[in-house]
């Protein structure tokens, strides 16, 4: 199987962003049964989807599992939903603070993600690693990207399956914060993406 895995670069007031590093991390290991592509999107209302497609078009990948940061979620957060909204609450790494529009004028409201998303969620807390189910990947670059992803693969009646996994901060992005916000370790979030993986894996080798 091959896997396109995207992490999202820094944006806001942070200097790092988890699912750069998850990324980083993972591109060095070997997952048995998975050629693994990756790419870091920018946070960036054109380009970020932009080089998505684009790396998507060239590589050709089975499955899309993009990765970014939610500050404040206290689990790893499986996305089922991706709205077609554009509502940006901070201006994105270009200066674009988008807000009330659509990301594809005549595209559906929504598309649900593609991937076996209870599994992930269940194969994660098996091996004890908080995780969660989400109903929205909310308004801004990350909801944008898994829209844009679903909505390229229902146009073009492609076979691809694609999904999104919003990740918690690093305690080096929280630490000193008052009131204090949830966190958790780059090693945490590697053993989960790579237990996440590994369920997207044995499950399509089964479909
Ligand atoms: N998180 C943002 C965009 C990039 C990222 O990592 C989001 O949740 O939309």
Known sequence: MKLLLTGFEPFGNSSINPSEKVVHQLAQQEIEGVELLTVILPVERFTGPDTLIRTYISAQPNVVLSLGEAGGVTA???ERV?????????SDNGGHLVTDKPIVADGPPAYFATLPTRQMVNALTEISIPAQL??????FLCNQVMYEMLHY????QLK????FVHLPQLPQQTAGK????PSMSLDVMVAGVTAVIH????????I
Not at 82 to 90: G, P, T
Not at 134 to 139: F, K, L, N, P
Not at 153 to 156: D, M, S
């Open 178 to 181: 008052r009131p204090p916000l």
């Open 199 to 206: 369920t997207i894996t044995h499950w399509y080798t089964a």
């Open 134 to 139: 989400s109903y929205s990947a909310g308004t």
């Open 82 to 90: 991706a709205a077609n909204l554009l509502d940006f609450s901070i």
């Open 76 to 78: 790893v957060t499986i």
């Open 160 to 163: 691809s399956l694609a999904g």
């Open 153 to 156: 693969i229902h146009k073009h």
